[in-house]
């Protein structure tokens, strides 16, 4: 009689493991999706900037191109770079590039290497308040930069010493 009872309470026991996981799981795996789609609302809420920009310019400007002979215009790393070295303040730089992005002229250009490089970007016709986003969100992140981009920027480096031009 007392095996009868062990088998038993033993039987129950793990029964009642095996349900106990199992709603753990589900709390889990259901925390755990909450958790994701708030992160992404919020993701579009806070970098709307972001998503603008992904939208509006990595056709020319993206990070992940493979090397510096395949994109079409500087990265925003190196935009950002540039910009702070002239404006001061986050009104100023993010009144700049919106100036120039509905307006690019090869006379106002600050990036005078890429203007050499790849032309005079063509005018946008973006919502003004969609490039202040974007600006912002340049100015306020740190952007993402292309693998190849250090060692770019180690070459300008050499290229200034040897021959006493400057790039931009």
Request: aromatic residues 8%.
């Amino acid at each position: 009689m007392m095996k009868k009872v062990i088998l038993l309470l033993s039987i129950v026991a793990l029964f009642m493991s095996c349900i106990q996981s199992k709603e753990k799981n589900v709390d889990t795996v259901a925390a755990s999706n909450i958790s994701e789609v708030v992160a992404t609302v919020s993701d579009l809420q806070q970098d709307n900037g972001y998503t603008l920009m992904k939208i509006n310019c990595y056709a020319c400007h993206n990070p992940n191109t493979k090397s510096h002979d395949e994109i079409l215009a500087p990265p925003f790393r190196a935009v950002k770079m540039h910009y702070n070295r002239n404006y001061s303040s986050k009104k100023d730089f993010v009144n700049a590039m919106v100036n120039w992005v509905q307006n690019p002229e090869e006379d106002k250009a600050i990036m005078y290497g890429a203007v050499k490089r790849f032309k005079v970007m063509p005018k946008l016709e973006l919502p003004k308040d969609d490039l202040e986003k974007i600006a912002e969100y340049i100015y306020d992140n740190d952007v993402e930069q292309p693998e190849w981009m250090e060692e770019h920027m180690q070459e300008m480096k050499g290229n200034l010493k040897t021959n006493g031009s400057k790039e931009n």
